[in-house]
């Protein structure tokens, strides 16, 4: 399994690539050609033609969530490429409306309209196996006692505007031969949450090797205390916390594990 930052927050020095305040990886497994999440504006379509990376030849779109941060380059990637041999893995709300602070926050197209672009929409609540070894979690299910408890903004139902949990928040595992690797967006649903049921989806002994994506910890908080001792005790590699991580956690976890630097540009490969 090969997986490249297609775009971030963070740049590296010397590197041309665009940055934004959004999250993109390609991933090339087996015969899979996945786009896991499209971040926000078309600056990961402008950095795969930099990197080489041919997005005509897609097999997969994946979302992790409906926020526009994850979604909105999509509305770009439709209007250069023909999408209608791509699958697009996403839970029923990511096309919800949704609100924060005013401001429009969900995905910006319908489902109508990934219909119409030719997507074949393959419901994602239910975990499922892309390849022999890359799964996607599907709903994870929230544990822990630190984790998802506030809402962020609300999502509308057509009829009502509710509080968003963002229950469409998911992530994937790749079952390596080394142990696990998750892969996640913005771990609204809690990034513990998801390790857990990334062990008992695989239904294996394997060490939790690395994670890269979002942990979403965004202050020095008691989630994040609790995250750190989570982290210590199921983790055996390297984690890569990035778009949706502070600095001062992304600090506090450098302090007591080992942490890489992410940037766009970024490539792990995993066997
Ligand atoms: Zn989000
Ligand atoms: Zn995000």
Redesign the pocket.
Known sequence: MRLTVLTDNHTYIDQYYLGEPALSFYIEDEAERILFDTGYSDAALKNAALMGIDLSRLTAIIF??G?N??TRGLTFLWKKYDLSQVKLIAHPLVFAKRRYLGES?GAPFTKADCLAHGLQIVDGTKPIALTSRLIWLGEIPRITSFEAKTP?GEWSDETNWRKDY?MD?SALVYNGTEGLFVIT??S?SGICNILSYARSVTDTEQPIQGVIG?F?LMEENRQLDETVQFLKTNTTGTLYPCH?VCLKAKHRMMMELPVEEVGVGMKLELE
Do not use: L
């Open positions: 992790s969530h926020h941060d994850h926050v962020i963002v928040d967006g913005c609204h979002g979403h949706c």
